[in-house]
C-alpha cells in the first residue's frame, strides 16, 4: 500500500547505522560473533561470498548484539519523537538485517514501520532509494541519513536531513535535493582516538628498559634500542587494546565506567577501530622487524598470546592471571632481546611472582566491584564473587614471594659485582613488602583502579615508594 502526502501524514524515514546509531551493525555483529567463536571471520567470508547481504543475515545469526545497550544518538531520537508528535508518520529503514532493524525499533517504539535488509537483498543506496519511492511515492518523504551511500535517497526524497555529515557530502546534499536541513549532534575530535589507544598503559612497556638498567649497561646504543623496543611494545599494545575493546563491547557496556569507553560509546566508529587495530599491528610489525628477528619473534608470540587471551584465556580461572603476569614477564625478555642482555634467573623469578600478584590484585578490584554493583560474577571473566578471599591470597602470597625472590637475590654473588654496597637492597625489600600489602588492602576497600599498574602512577604513596626505591638502588650502586 502506498502513503500519499495528501492523504497521510508526511513520512518521516531514517537511517540506523551512523544515524539513528553511533555505530554499524554490521561491525557490532561482525566483532560480537569474533568474540563468540575465533573461527567467525573464515564463516562469515564464506557468506560473503553469497552477498553482503547473506553475511548480514549470518551475523545477525551468530552473533548476540544487545541492542538494548547500543550507543543511539538521543539528538536524531529527539528529532524522530517531535516528527511523531506532530503528526507525522516514522519509517526505520536501514542496510542492516531486518532481525537487527526489528529488535531496535522494538526497543526504542519511535516507528510506524521497519524495513531492512533480507539475506537476499542489501537495501542500501540505489536500492533504497527505489523501494522508499515505490513505498511512499515520489517526494513522498523525508530521509534522514549520514553518508554517501544516502544521495540516491536524498535524491527522491522531498527533505534531506544529514547527520554529522562532513561539508563535501552536505554539498552533495544540497545538489541532491531541494530542501535540505544539516544536524551535527557530536563535534569531531582526535581525543576518543588517542583514549583509545590507552597512552597511560605504555608505561608498563618500562620493563623493557629494566634487563639494561639491572645490568648496569648505560651505553647509548643500548639506550636507542631498548628506546626503539618501548615504542614497538607501544604500538602492539595499542592495537591489541583496541582488539579487546571491540571484542568487549557487550561487556563494556554493562560496566558503569567502561561503557565510556570510545567505542563502547559510539564516540569511534566500529570500523575506524578496526583498520586501527590492522595499521598499529602492522606498524609494530615492521618496527619489530627492523630491531631483529630475533624481537619479531618475541613480539609476535606476545601478540598471539595476547589474541589468545582477548577471543578466550581471559574467561578462563587462574588461566588468565597466569597469561596476564606471562605478558608482563615478556615486556622484560623482549628487553632483554632488543639489548642483547641475558636475562637473570633472579629477574625472571621476581617477575613471574610480582606481576602474578598483580594480575590478582586486576582481578580482585573486579570482584569487589562486582560485589558492590550486586552482580555474582565479574562481567567476562570466569570468577564469581565469592571467589573473592582466594583471589586476595593469591595476590598477596605471590607478592610476599617475588620480596622473597629478591631478598635471597640481595644474598647471591650475582650483586657482589653489581652493587658497591649490597645491603642497601634490604631497603628496596621492604618497600616493596609495603607496598604489594597496602595494595591488595586498597584494592579489598574498593579503592582500586581497574589497573593496578595506572592506579600506582597516580597514587602518591605509590609514587613515593618508588622514589625511595631508587634512592635505595642509587645508594647501593654507588655508595
Given at each position: ?75 536524531v531520537i529527539a ?318 602470597g605471590a607478592g ?65 615508594c618508588l622514589v ?12
Amino acid at each position: 500500500m502506498r502513503l500519499q502526502l495528501d492523504t497521510s501524514p508526511a513520512v518521516l524515514v531514517v537511517d540506523l547505522d551512523g544515524t539513528l546509531l553511533r555505530s554499524d551493525m554490521l561491525y557490532e555483529s561482525f566483532w560480537s560473533a569474533f568474540a563468540r567463536d575465533w573461527r567467525s571471520p573464515v564463516l562469515s567470508a564464506a557468506a560473503l561470498s553469497k552477498g553482503r547481504a547473506s553475511l548480514k543475515r549470518h551475523l545477525a545469526t551468530v552473533s548476540a548484539v544487545d541492542t538494548s545497550t547500543l550507543p543511539y544518538d538521543s539528538k536524531v531520537i529527539a528529532v524522530i519523537e517531535a516528527w511523531r508528535k506532530s503528526g507525522g508518520y516514522t519509517a526505520l529503514v536501514t542496510a542492516s538485517d531486518q532481525a537487527f532493524a526489528e529488535m531496535v525499533a522494538d526497543h526504542l517504539g519511535i516507528f510506524d514501520e521497519v524495513h531492512g535488509s533480507n539475506g537476499k537483498l542489501n537495501l542500501k543506496g540505489e536500492r533504497k532509494g527505489r523501494f522508499l519511492e515505490e513505498r511512499f511515492g515520489p517526494k513522498g518523504f523525508a530521509y534522514i541519513g549520514d553518508s554517501a551511500a544516502d544521495l540516491p535517497v536524498w535524491k527522491r526524497a522531498a527533505k534531506a536531513i544529514t547527520v554529522n555529515a562532513p561539508a563535501a557530502l552536505r554539498r552533495e546534499a544540497e545538489r541532491a535535493c531541494d530542501t535540505v536541513e544539516h544536524l551535527a549532534t557530536e563535534a569531531a575530535s582526535v581525543k576518543p582516538y588517542i583514549k583509545a589507544l590507552r597512552p597511560h598503559q605504555w608505561l608498563k612497556n618500562v620493563l623493557v628498559f629494566l634487563p639494561m638498567l639491572a645490568a648496569h649497561k648505560s651505553d647509548g646504543s643500548t639506550f636507542l634500542s631498548a628506546l626503539f623496543a618501548f615504542i614497538c611494545f607501544s604500538l602492539v599494545a595499542s592495537s591489541v587494546y583496541v582488539l579487546n575493546d571491540l571484542l568487549d563491547l557487550a561487556d563494556d557496556r554493562a560496566h558503569p565506567r567502561k561503557r565510556n569507553r570510545p567505542f563502547a560509546s559510539g564516540s569511534i566508529p566500529i570500523a575506524h577501530g578496526t583498520w586501527m587495530a590492522a595499521g598499529l599491528t602492522s606498524l609494530g610489525i615492521v618496527l619489530a622487524a627492523v630491531i631483529g628477528w630475533s624481537f619479531l619473534l618475541v613480539m609476535a608470540g606476545y601478540y598471539l598470546l595476547t589474541t589468545a587471551y582477548s577471543l578466550h584465556l581471559k574467561r578462563r580461572i587462574v588461566i588468565d592471571i597466569c597469561v596476564l603476569a606471562g605478558l608482563y614477564t615478556t615486556r622484560i625478555v623482549a628487553g632483554g632481546v632488543a639489548t642483547s642482555t641475558p636475562l637473570s634467573v633472579w629477574l625472571l623469578a621476581f617477575s613471574v611472582f610480582f606481576f602474578l600478584s598483580l594480575a590478582a590484585v586486576k582481578r580482585q578490584a573486579e570482584l569487589v566491584d562486582s560485589a558492590e554493583r550486586g552482580s555474582l560474577e565479574s562481567s567476562g571473566r570466569g570468577y564469581h564473587v565469592d571467589d573473592l578471599p582466594i583471589i586476595s591470597m593469591i595476590a598477596i602470597g605471590a607478592g610476599y614471594v617475588s620480596v622473597l625472590v629478591m631478598m635471597l637475590y640481595v644474598n647471591s654473588p650475582d650483586v657482589m659485582d653489581l652493587y658497591a654496597q649490597p645491603e642497601a637492597l634490604w631497603g628496596v625489600c621492604a618497600v616493596v613488602l609495603y607496598w604489594i600489602t597496602r595494595t591488595v588492602m586498597v584494592s579489598h576497600r574498593g579503592h582500586m583502579h581497574d589497573d593496578p599498574v595506572v592506579y600506582a602512577a597516580k597514587d602518591r604513596i605509590s609514587q613515593l615508594c618508588l622514589v625511595i626505591i631508587l634512592a635505595f638502588v642509587l645508594w647501593g650502586a654507588l655508595a
